[in-house]
């Protein structure tokens, strides 16, 4: 199972099995993990999954999927280049070690 690490604005990390199929944003509500609020549920309706993708991963994602670069207008922390929507990274086997940062404040 792939590991996925989260990290928060203050550094604290977590690191997490997440299943493949499954979101960034649903393995981190799962395990609990601070930082990410998913108020839509995963509907790409909110953009309160927001997230930093760490440059080192990158190369383990998908291009983004129409309407998520859109909604990243939407967040109410500053986007960055590697700003993504953890609803709309579903993890594969590649993920394993990803490693994403949450925004200071989601909403």
Aim: one cysteine or more.
């Amino acid at each position: 199972m792939p590991k996925i690490t989260y990290v928060s604005v203050t550094g604290a990390e977590r690191t997490v099995d997440v299943p493949v199929g499954t979101s960034v944003m649903r393995g981190a509500v799962i395990n609990d993990v601070d930082g990410i609020v998913a108020q839509c549920g995963g509907n790409m309706q909110c953009a309160t999954c927001h997230v930093y993708v760490d440059e080192t991963s990158l190369d383990r994602l998908a291009d983004r999927l129409p309407g998520e670069d859109e909604m990243l207008d939407f967040t109410v922390c500053a986007r960055r280049p590697t700003s993504r929507l953890s609803c709309r990274l579903e993890v594969t086997e590649a993920m394993d070690g990803l490693i994403v940062h949450t925004p200071e404040y989601q909403n």
